[in-house]
């Protein structure tokens, strides 16, 4: 059982504000001394960086596709089991998702999962009563959806916040509870992957501060608390969650180039037994002692390629690692980072680990983006042949070369993309080490951290 008080902040579609707002309520929040729980729709990385800061605790995912209908609510009550209120930050317009036809995977899915009201956020640019009319076609396009405010962003004059509010109040539509003029907020980084994660170098304190101070001075934040507080509980298992004691040494890539993994993943690692000791493969070398095992997950290894390169300890020590015959996993960017060489977008050839005999070549635009399901064809790293998992991609690189072809490694994964294009082959293999552009989530899929578990008990014997 979950009691914690929630509330979804959605939007009519992307750009609407969802993260300057999300930011900045959470912060005037923190101040009030309360306990905010963050969390994100789908599986981005980048904006949970943000709501980690503004809370000052981890900010996790929420997606109904990757991770399950069953397993989304028992992740919430666990991270929540301490907190005052939880705020879920949606993802893109209220209604989108892995599907155009279905509420699969959308901000209205998760809402209605964990039974949390909405409040709207809606571009008022250039409308008066159409806000009303767009407004009534979010509160009435599924029946069970709750939107219960409305926040209008990008407002005009004093009179045409009171039109917006006369033509919702007209239309027996949801209080508008927040009114934020245009270009009140101001501008949060941004680069070719979207939002740059935050650090305090790309997000100051003083700008968290400032979204609070607009936050607090244009929405009603009492408001907002009462229709959080009014949510009805989620009927959920209480799992014993016991943690094992620790019996693998887990090596974590964790620096400015490597940090793209959900929290969620390595927390289910840790209470199976794995203890998480993270390197950095720009500054350490060699590797910690006495690794069972090493996860070099996603980030950005192309914007750090010339010290990543230049760290000849650390790139000889994964060969090493790798040459002993233990278990090395890598996810995107780790995937590039143990190719022999990267090519940025200049052109500049970078030597990088040495342990896949491939290059990775950055593009201008994104290679791939979307959900996808990875069915396993021989048994892995992650589960014996024909386990599937979900996960997602998201890169700008691609392999030049065939991983395969004067090497011995396999190809494991058969790459199903929601987006409708054909399968492909993928997931690079050989021995115990395995390595891939998807993103996956396996903390919803307990079997599949079982069989880890037992591949490294079996390696270690």
């Not at 929420?62 to 301490?82: E, I, N, Q």
Request: charged residues 25%; contains cysteine; glycine residues 8%.
């Amino acid at each position: 059982m979950s009691n914690c008080p929630r509330i979804v902040i959605a939007a009519t579609n992307s750009g609407a504000g969802k993260t300057s707002i999300s930011l900045g309520l959470t912060r005037a929040l923190v101040r009030r001394g309360l306990r905010v729980q963050t969390f994100k729709v789908g599986p981005d990385f980048l904006d949970p960086t943000y709501l980690s800061m503004a809370s000052d605790r981890i900010c996790y995912n929420l997606d109904s596709w990757m991770m399950g209908k069953d397993y989304l609510p028992k992740l919430f009550a666990r991270a929540t089991k301490d907190a005052d209120i939880a705020i879920i930050e949606g993802v893109m317009g209220l209604y989108d998702g892995a599907s155009p036809t279905s509420l699969e995977g959308s901000t209205a899915e998760v809402a209605k999962i964990l039974k949390a009201p909405i409040a709207l956020i809606a571009n008022a640019k250039g409308l008066s009563r159409s806000f009303a009319a767009m407004v009534k076609g979010f509160t009435s396009f599924e029946e069970d959806i709750t939107v219960s405010a409305v926040i209008a962003n990008r407002c005009g004059s004093n009179r045409h916040k009171k039109w917006l509010a006369e033509s919702l109040a007209a239309a027996k539509l949801p209080k508008m509870i927040g009114v934020i003029e245009r270009q009140t907020f101001p501008e949060l980084p941004s680069r070719h992957l979207g939002l740059v994660t935050a650090d305090r170098e790309t997000l100051r304190t003083d700008v968290i501060d400032k979204l609070a101070d607009i936050c607090q001075q244009n929405i009603n934040i009492d408001a907002l608390l009462e229709l959080a507080s009014k949510t009805p509980p989620i009927d959920i298992d209480d799992e014993q969650m016991p943690n094992t004691p620790a019996k693998f040494r887990l090596g974590i890539a964790k620096d400015s180039a490597f940090h793209f993994y959900y929290p969620d993943n390595l927390e289910a690692l840790e209470r199976e037994g794995c203890q998480l000791v993270e390197f950095s493969p720009i500054n350490d070398s060699p590797l910690p002692d006495d690794l069972d095992c090493l996860y070099i997950g996603g980030g950005y290894p192309e914007e750090f390629a010339e010290s990543l390169s230049a760290n000849h300890g650390m790139r000889n020590s994964i060969v090493d690692f790798a040459n002993s015959g233990k278990i090395i996993y890598a996810e995107c960017g780790g995937l590039m980072y143990l190719g022999n060489k990267l090519i940025t977008n200049c052109g500049k050839e970078y030597p990088m680990a040495g342990v896949l005999d491939i290059t990775t070549k950055m593009l201008s635009r994104f290679k791939a983006l979307g959900y996808v399901q990875v069915d396993i064809l021989q048994d892995s790293l992650w589960g014996q042949k024909d386990t599937n998992i979900r996960g997602h991609e998201f890169h700008y690189s691609e392999i030049t070369g065939d991983v395969t072809s004067n090497t011995d490694f396999q190809r494991v994964y058969s790459i199903k993309r929601r987006s409708g294009s054909e399968s492909s082959i993928e997931g690079f293999q050989r021995q115990n080490i395995l390595a891939s552009y998807t993103h996956l989530h396996f903390a919803s899929r307990p079997q599949t951290i079982k069989h880890f578990i037992n591949t490294l008990e079996a390696n270690r014997a």
